[in-house]
């Protein structure tokens, strides 16, 4: 999406441009799938309130959006034990809630001390957060047990890798992007409030449909050479010069292609150091949305079963139930390893553990492995373990000659999401119209 | 020198072996150079007593060695001041010395908690360990300002990498591996003790010659397929059939080839997250060893110049003066971005700064950047961040199919050195001739 918003954003502008795709379809990490006849999506697909760049988007794209069901009590499966609870309080001991509220209090302090520009390394305290990860952050400052194992559960939802590998520091920038952990985790007025109608992968296609034949997919790109004129990018098949190249991959992707003009060794690292999350999203559906009439919402956060977190995805018209979930983490890439067959067993056996026995009986599953990804190599975004943010994070939007990075990871808000996608898009494309040869 | 040594073994076990080689010579991170008509190593370069295989090789292909010079004074240049002191003792305040002295102990007791057969993830507190960085570790655990420098220092100058950006766990087993701090950095008894007549890299290169036609060199794999039968390799000019593949590149280089029959997410994970320290080895030359007629030895340690480690070089004739050293960690990388003409000036004036004026004039001055080397992206030895040991640790050494893994990471004893890439090549060609078919 960041590749196909700079290229519209160039073509407003006058340019000529060429897109280049290595899958067979656009989106990258917005993805159509579909379960019993009904339109889902195996990648990204929901928005928040705020995320005014991807509704303007939408909206420009003829794309509609509903709300996410929440209407009923959402499911608690916690050290064993399975709560139900309304509204946005989970069912832990007075002692852990008075903690996760101090926690938040004190994660959105923090975040707000960060500048408010992308640039966390320039944070008076940058450099003693970048030596924690979050999980030893967690050791040191949360006490109570069931607070702690809160903290991993919710940071482990939000950025699909486990908290002793990310850094402090970039967890609170990616608090600070995502608005604080309420906005992030949430539906209601949080990113999880609304959902495309028909899918958010249509809003991609139907960017690159107004780029008509400009974008050329099934082209992997595994070079690029560079001279004072221009820039060459070569695939299998072809080279195609430009006097500008904007490379909307993640950073590990772009590690992987051959520059004959090397890289600095600082970009190099970055590369090399931002690994994906781990990921399976998957869809079941049932003849009814049977756990609606049982006063559930269909939201599940769990941290002793496999498949972590569940909403709703039932369309509209209620023909049939559909429950949308993931399994995040380390959890991720154990299960990818098993055969579908197994994964499946457990994903219904979780099921029925949070909704009863009439979740034994699916009509239909449907699964995406991101972890198996070659374009993605997981979702849904690259993370910074410690250090990496202060040593080499200041270089992630600098042009290098004549190439200029975009892609969620590059954003200064909502980075990991669409929205931030779309600002990359926009501000890659801003410094090469800014550039003009 | 890994993949060498398994084709030998191979070859001696009567199988047919072939050794692709992206290079345009054998010996990966050993490299040979020469500055003034005299033979160094651009790559690694000493052996310690304890480096049982590495003493095996050399002789086995008549390589001989001899001492590190160390008579005289060694220099520290820490926080601002410069200082001389013999024997292994720095010239710290005694309350730092005695914290140091402390540290150190608590690292040999750690270290020897680990299980002895390169599987720190099964340590009892593994979990713990590999949640912090060794800079949190440092932050908690040390007091002085002085004592926690030190220790920054001396990791910086043994994983080339900053202290936040590694796993406590996983500095714990590279101490194990290298029996402890002191043997680590040490030249008499430690892993700097003695130098091979002629460099190091002929052993690499006799290896190859004793394997005949059967390197091939300028071949980087591409491409490895596997099916029931055999596994191919494909380089850009041709394709290689085998019944099983040692692979004995550093994580990172395994990342970027494509393999038809997708590797384990797991794997994959590994191999995206154990990212090469950085190190620029710089020698340089001048008319005479003037240091030792000062009663300098040549070794230097700094904490606030960039020319960090220093040792001497000459030649056992004397003809003429050469200093060894390194630029490591996010200094490596900053001065990467340099012209060859500032680094020069810096590196000398770093030196004027250890020995005084005399240093102001040399005869030659060569210099390796191993972070823009493409087929290694760094050195000494790839490192892992926090939660990458506990989470992805227990694959390293596990066959996938009929790919089995070398390299000095998958090391159990001396990971990071050519002792340990040796190892493992014994251990892979076992496998291999185990696996028989």
Known sequence: MAGLQSALKLKQAGKRVLVLEARDRV?????????????????????????????AQAREQGVRTYPQHTR???????NGKVSRYTSD?????????????????????????????GEPWAAAKAEEWDAHTLESWILGHVRTAEAREFARVVTRAVLCTEPRQVSYLYFLEYLRQGRGLKALTGAEGGAQQ????GGAWQISKRMADRLEDSVKLNAPVLAVEQDDQTVTV???????????????????????????????????ALHERMPMGSVIK????????FWRQRGFNGSVVSNDRHFNVVFDQTPDDERLGILVGFIDGDQAIAMSAMT???RYQQVIADLVHYFGQEAANPIGYVEQDWTREQWSRGCYVAHMPPGVMTSFGDIIRQPCGRIHWAGTETATEWMGYFDGALQSGIRAASEVVAAAL
């Open 27 to 55: 989106g990258g990490r917005a993805m159509p799938g579909e379960i019993c006849g009904q339109t889902i999506d195996l990648g990204g697909q929901w928005v928040g309130p705020q995320q005014t760049l991807l509704h």
């Open 72 to 78: 009923g009590a959402s499911v608690l499966s916690f």
């Open 89 to 117: 309080i989970p069912r832990l001991s007075l002692l852990s809630l008075l903690e996760l509220g101090l926690l938040e209090r004190r994660w959105q302090k923090e975040m707000a001390s960060l500048p408010t520009t």
């Open 194 to 197: 609304d959902k495309f109608v």
């Open 234 to 268: 070569v695939t299998e098949t072809a080279r195609y010069s430009a006097r500008r190249l904007i490379m909307a991959v993640p950073p590990i992707l772009a590690s992987k292609i051959v520059f004959n003009q090397p890289l600095p060794s600082k970009r190099n």
């Open 282 to 289: 998957i869809h079941v559906a049932y003849k009814h949305a």
């Open 340 to 342: 579908e067959e197994s």
